[in-house]
């Protein structure tokens, strides 16, 4: 029996010739990568100094994205600490303030996820990198302490659900609502990898893939990983740090389920507010639904393509009186071509308030939080009750497309709707 992607990508690691799902193996790295959340924590698990020599100071990246700039001192405190960290061990990929932006779009500004690679950082959503053919994974404070003094982390090895995606998503429709279709209908992937192919990826931009596979972490998935095509290769061209060597699965390989998508059939979805699996729908059926707040951001959609599109869709409007509308783009080097494109210009007429690169809102930190009955329409990763602010707010998840479209309204609104009128 053939081997999926993601199980070449371990077996490779792992100095296995073939591993299959339920293996529990020990894999070498090739990137460790820690944020500022991290500084945050005490005690053995967390105390990142005790680290007498990291295992490769090339494979080791530092990012300050969470907490950009400092709002408060514990967060200054925080990246005293880190600062310090990556001038004692001399980490040349470290992502201070000015280089920043969220962690998962660093590295693949920083041509840091390259395919046939196997990458742990210590942040959940880490599976964004499987967009460029290659295994990450996220791990909690102890495991990324051994990763970073050792290089190795260890793994069972997860069965495998494939999506094959055919045609090409019509106007409005983004990778965001592919993926809100894909948690309402099958819901919960905990203990299994998702792995994608078929014909319709190549309509898919680089921005796109990423989208999906940082949002897999939602469904609790394992890993999410894309194939390796010529609009990958276009997209790396300079960009990556070293040779790489893509991975393809085997004409046999098994899988838990095959299901397919029909990319032309689909339309705008949107969560309900708590929590994504089976809590998904059309926005039609939540529409009109007034908001609070729209924010376009995140690692999930805080991208050039993402803000170019909410650009186009205010020019010449106004956001609606009741409504604040923001815009964080993933990283500085996304705000410098969002304002160089004039994008920013035109959102900050219609009255948007576009803030520095950063994590920001979407975890709770700052810049954009919920007070007490309030409701945000948002393209962030995540909608836990509480996370955005004050637990007795609501957060739903949607595209840029639908989000910019209520915010204009005030309402909950079908993009393709408000594009027509």
């Given at each position: 029996?053939?081997?999926?992607?993601?199980?070449?990508?371990?077996?490779?690691?792992?100095?296995?010739?073939?591993?299959?799902p339920g293996d529990l193996v020990t894999c070498?790295?090739?990137?460790?990568?820690?944020?500022?959340?991290?500084?945050?924590?005490?005690?053995?698990?967390?105390?990142?100094?005790?680290?007498?020599?990291?295992?490769?100071?090339?494979?080791?990246?530092?990012?300050?994205?969470?907490?950009?700039?400092?709002?408060?001192?514990?967060?200054?405190?925080?990246?005293?600490?880190?600062?310090a960290f990556a001038k004692k061990h001399k980490?040349?990929?470290?992502?201070?303030?000015?280089?920043?932006?969220?962690?998962?779009?660093?590295?693949?500004?920083?041509?840091?996820?390259?395919?046939?690679?196997?990458?742990?950082?210590?942040?959940?959503?880490?599976?964004?990198?499987?967009?460029?053919?290659?295994?990450?994974?996220?791990?909690?404070?102890?495991?990324?302490?051994?990763?970073?003094?050792?290089?190795?982390?260890?793994?069972?090895?997860?069965?495998?659900?494939?999506?094959?995606?055919?045609?090409?998503?019509?106007?409005?429709?983004?990778?965001?609502?592919?993926?809100?279709?894909?948690?309402?209908?099958?819901?919960?992937?905990?203990?299994?990898?998702?792995?994608?192919?078929?014909?319709?990826?190549?309509?898919?931009?680089?921005?796109?893939?990423?989208?999906?596979?940082?949002?897999?972490?939602?469904?609790?998935?394992?890993?999410?990983?894309?194939?390796?095509?010529?609009?990958?290769?276009?997209?790396?061209?300079?960009?990556?740090?070293?040779?790489?060597?893509?991975?393809?699965?085997?004409?046999?390989?098994?899988?838990?389920?095959?299901?397919?998508?029909?990319?032309?059939?689909?339309?705008?979805?949107?969560?309900?507010?708590?929590?994504?699996?089976?809590?998904?729908?059309?926005?039609?059926?939540?529409?009109?639904?007034?908001?609070?707040?729209?924010?376009?951001?995140?690692?999930?959609?805080?991208?050039?393509?993402?803000?170019?599109?909410?650009?186009?869709?205010?020019?010449?409007?106004?956001?609606?009186?009741?409504?604040?509308?923001?815009?964080?783009?993933?990283?500085?080097?996304?705000?410098?071509?969002?304002?160089?494109?004039?994008?920013?210009?035109?959102?900050?007429?219609?009255?948007?308030?576009?803030?520095?690169?950063?994590?920001?809102?979407?975890?709770?930190?700052?810049?954009?939080?919920?007070?007490?009955?309030?409701?945000?329409?948002?393209t962030t990763t995540r909608n836990f009750k509480?996370?955005?602010?004050?637990?007795?707010?609501?957060?739903?998840?949607?595209?840029?497309?639908?989000?910019?479209?209520?915010?204009?309204?005030?309402?909950?609104?079908?993009?393709?709707?408000?594009?027509?009128?």
């Amino acid at each position: 029996m053939g081997m999926t992607m993601t199980e070449k990508i371990i077996a490779s690691h792992s100095g296995r010739r073939v591993v299959k799902p339920g293996d529990l193996v020990t894999c070498e790295l090739d990137l460790v990568g820690i944020h500022d959340m991290m500084f945050f924590l005490s005690g053995e698990q967390g105390d990142f100094s005790r680290i007498r020599k990291v295992f490769d100071v090339d494979k080791v990246a530092v990012f300050v994205d969470h907490a950009v700039p400092a709002p408060t001192t514990a967060d200054a405190d925080s990246a005293v600490k880190e600062r310090a960290f990556a001038k004692k061990h001399k980490i040349k990929n470290f992502f201070d303030v000015g280089r920043h932006g969220v962690i998962h779009q660093k590295i693949a500004e920083a041509g840091l996820a390259l395919p046939g690679r196997l990458i742990t950082c210590s942040d959940s959503h880490t599976c964004a990198a499987g967009a460029f053919n290659c295994a990450a994974k996220g791990f909690g404070p102890a495991d990324i302490l051994y990763a970073l003094c050792t290089g190795q982390s260890w793994y069972q090895v997860p069965g495998t659900v494939k999506y094959e995606l055919h045609g090409s998503l019509p106007e409005y429709v983004t990778a965001k609502d592919v993926f809100l279709y894909i948690a309402g209908k099958y819901g919960d992937a905990a203990n299994q990898n998702i792995e994608f192919a078929g014909g319709g990826i190549k309509n898919l931009s680089i921005s796109s893939r990423q989208c999906i596979a940082v949002m897999c972490a939602e469904l609790n998935a394992e890993f999410a990983v894309f194939p390796y095509d010529a609009v990958l290769e276009a997209y790396l061209g300079e960009k990556a740090v070293d040779a790489y060597e893509p991975v393809s699965p085997d004409s046999d390989a098994a899988y838990d389920a095959i299901r397919n998508l029909s990319l032309d059939e689909m339309e705008p979805y949107i969560s309900g507010a708590h929590y994504i699996p089976n809590n998904c729908r059309p926005v039609g059926e939540s529409a009109g639904l007034p908001i609070n707040q729209a924010l376009l951001g995140s690692c999930s959609n805080g991208r050039l393509e993402d803000i170019a599109l909410a650009a186009g869709m205010v020019k010449g409007k106004k956001i609606a009186e009741n409504v604040r509308f923001i815009v964080t783009p993933a990283s500085q080097e996304v705000y410098l071509e969002a304002l160089r494109g004039g994008y920013l210009e035109t959102l900050a007429e219609a009255g948007t308030v576009i803030t520095n690169a950063s994590c920001g809102a979407c975890y709770g930190g700052h810049m954009g939080l919920l007070g007490g009955g309030e409701r945000c329409i948002s393209t962030t990763t995540r909608n836990f009750k509480g996370r955005m602010g004050n637990p007795e707010s609501e957060v739903l998840l949607a595209s840029p497309a639908t989000v910019t479209a209520s915010a204009v309204r005030g309402v909950v609104t079908d993009p393709r709707s408000f594009m027509e009128g």
